[in-house]
């Protein structure tokens, strides 16, 4: 029977909402396929109680428990992953796209001898083919790839949030197999350990109202007016990476996917293009306003309001119109 | 130290309209202006920076046509020692697994104990080159370094995992690390040091000389084929805001007022 394998990634507090995401976007890329079943594979350890919480929306969960996956090590998933596949001979394997994927999904696409397709956003599998959209070019044009499902089998990592989770499948309720774990399982990469952020100045995770700066603010120098608006809108700043890469702010205030998530009410976007580790950082649904020169910049896409023009220009104005207003 | 660098030629897309050309599946490539590959910028510099540190020898490589050998004559002058040019019409439309095939046969047959490549491409955003070639050259890897030192056989390795938390791994030499951005300050490059490295040879190795046949390359390089490329759906979209500048701030300042941003 063909099988598609889920890879579910844990949360602190059990399974990571991408695993339900997968587990979704299985069961519909399943239905092209006839009879079949669909399998997670979850690592770590103590996790028996996380692996009968996906068991209602999966037909076979491989449990993979040992002190070795206490921390997610990538190598470590690979290595495992790869027997795992080499057994089960999966159709379609399902990861999520996210740091962690992105660190063991390539690699384990290239020692099982399958097609990888990155980040997608879309999936469906028709006459033998696997068919994908994924983002390209900086977000400004859409690609969409197929590639042959052939005996090999086919990998893809799907975008955190871009595939709605669902409720569990009526029937199902997997089959929960206790996986062995081989001594020793990546000699070649050890983990040394964990390192939390440092704590910034200004916590931006409570602010209510955020002013983030992008690149557009193309010099260190430039970063007084963003400081002023933000003065004048009683808002705490915030960025996006190249702000941070060049040591202009700290790293407590880079926005993103291996920044910091945050929740304001309001998010005022300057000079950010609005790529999706950028915005994977903004949570809660605020309002979000955008000003940037180029009006295809994807941030427009995910903003309510938004402003196509010079930062330089703007951003003085703003700042000067609501001091006055604020008297 | 034996260091290889892997870097890509790409076009920057930022504040340019893209179009996509007749074929449907390719950008219009006229009136782009090309660079290197950001996070490729990052990987020059941590090898050109450890071979200082530590002696031996860097080798920049690209799979890309012609043209795209002006990245690696700009890793030359970044103080990379040598080039590789992977080019032959055969290579068009290699994938992602395409390429990593094509470097590890590139890079296999030299002595290495350090492969660099950059996280992600900004053109194709596989972030899959780094990882494939690691496993087809059959050596540990890491994905997502912003810290790398090398001491001792090892190679030590602070790398981003979820939630703004970063681990550090160590791995045996030889191994393949994909950096991220912001792992160092790329240094300067200037005219004259690109006109500096002008006259160096750059060895092009084509598909012969990878021990491909040319007329199968496509089957094994292009597995993963492009059906099209199009503008994605807006969604909603923003209300834009138009008039003067003065106009415009004002409706901002209007909407946040509603919004509570004031
Ligand atoms: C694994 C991974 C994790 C990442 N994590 C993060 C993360 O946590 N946070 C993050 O932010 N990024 C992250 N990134 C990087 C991300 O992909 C983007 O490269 C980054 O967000 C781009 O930042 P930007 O929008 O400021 O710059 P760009 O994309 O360069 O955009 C700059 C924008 O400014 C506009 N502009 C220029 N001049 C002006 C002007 N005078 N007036 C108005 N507008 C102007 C331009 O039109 C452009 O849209 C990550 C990438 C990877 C691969
Ligand atoms: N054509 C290429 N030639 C050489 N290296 C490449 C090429 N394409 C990708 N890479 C390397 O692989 C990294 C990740 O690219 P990608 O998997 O395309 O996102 C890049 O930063 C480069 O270091």
Redesign the pocket.
């Known amino acids: 029977m063909r099988k598609i394998l889920v890879v579910a990634e844990m949360g602190r507090a059990g399974p990571d909402d991408s695993a339900f995401e997968l587990a979704a976007a299985a069961r519909a890329a399943g239905k092209a396929l006839g009879e079949h079943r669909v399998a997670a594979a979850v690592f770590g350890r103590g996790v028996a109680e996380a692996a009968r919480g996906l068991a209602p929306w999966f037909d076979d969960v491989f449990v993979f428990d040992d002190p070795q996956l206490e921390i997610p090590d990538g190598e470590a998933w690979r290595a495992l992953l790869a027997l795992l596949i080499a057994r089960e001979r999966p159709l379609l394997t399902l990861i999520a796209h996210s740091n962690h994927g992105m660190d063991y999904a390539?690699a384990l696409a290239g020692q099982a001898g399958t097609p990888l397709v990155?980040d997608c956003v879309a999936l469906e599998v028709r006459d033998g083919r696997l068919f994908a959209v994924r983002s390209v070019y900086g977000g400004k044009l859409n690609a969409r790839v197929s590639v042959a499902l052939g005996d090999a089998g086919c990998m893809a990592t799907l975008r955190p949030g871009a595939f709605p989770a669902a409720p569990a499948p009526q029937g199902a309720g997997a089959a929960i197999h206790a996986e062995a774990v081989p001594a020793a399982l990546t000699p070649r990469r050890r983990c040394l350990g964990t390192v939390a952020p440092e704590p910034g100045a200004v916590d931006i995770t409570q602010s209510a109202v955020l002013v983030a700066v992008g690149r557009g603010i193309e010099e260190e120098e430039n970063l007084g007016i963003i400081h002023s608006l933000a003065e004048a809108l009683r808002a705490d700043v915030a960025c996006s990476r190249p702000v941070v890469d060049k040591k202009w702010l700290p790293r407590s205030r880079q926005v993103g996917t291996s920044g910091v998530t945050v929740k304001p009410k309001v998010y005022l976007a300057i000079g950010i293009s609005g790529s999706f580790q950028h915005m994977g950082g903004v949570k809660g649904g605020p309002f979000i306003a955008a000003i940037n020169k180029d009006p295809a910049a994807p941030i427009f896409s995910v903003a309510d309001v938004g402003i196509v023009g010079d930062l330089f220009e703007l951003v003085p104005l703003l700042e000067e119109k609501v001091r006055e207003l604020k008297g | 130290m034996e260091i290889i660098?892997?870097?890509?030629?790409v076009p920057d897309v930022a504040e340019v309209e893209v179009e996509v050309d007749r074929s449907g599946r390719a950008l219009e490539r006229q009136d782009l202006a090309y660079g290197i590959?950001e996070?490729?910028n990052f990987?020059i510099e941590a090898a050109v920076s450890l071979v200082e540190a530590h002696g031996g020898r860097s080798t920049a490589?690209?799979?890309?046509g012609p043209e795209?050998e002006e990245v690696l004559r700009r890793a030359l002058a970044m103080g990379v020692n040598e080039a590789l040019h992977?080019c032959d019409p055969a290579f068009a439309g290699?994938d992602?697994h395409g390429?990593?095939l094509?470097?590890q046969r590139a890079i296999a047959a030299r002595p290495f104990d350090l492969v660099?490549?950059?996280?992600?491409?900004?053109?194709?955003?596989?972030?899959?080159?780094?990882?494939?070639?690691a496993a087809l050259l059959g050596i540990p890897q890491v994905a997502l370094a912003t810290e790398l030192k090398v001491e001792n056989g090892r190679a030590v390795v602070r790398h981003e995992v979820e939630g703004g938390l970063e681990r550090v791994v160590e791995l045996d030499l030889p191994a393949l690390v994909?950096?991220q951005t912001g792992i160092n300050e790329p240094r300067y490059v200037s005219v004259r040091g690109i006109r500096k490295v002008a006259d160096q040879a750059i060895p092009v190795l084509d598909a012969a000389s990878l021990g491909l046949d040319a007329a199968q390359a496509q089957a094994l390089l292009a597995q993963v084929r492009i059906e099209e490329l199009f503008l994605p759906q807006r969604g909603k979209g923003a209300e834009m805001l138009e008039g003067s500048d003065e106009e415009k701030v004002l409706k901002l300042i209007e909407r946040l007022r509603e919004r509570g941003g004031l």
């Not at chain 2, 660099?116 to 070639?133: C, E, F, P, W, Y």
């Open positions: 390539p990155c | 660098v892997c870097v890509k030629r590959n996070w490729d990987a490589v690209t799979v890309g795209d992977l290699a992602a390429v990593a094509l470097l660099l490549t950059g996280a992600i491409s900004s053109d194709q955003r596989n972030g899959q080159v780094g990882g494939m070639l994909s950096v």
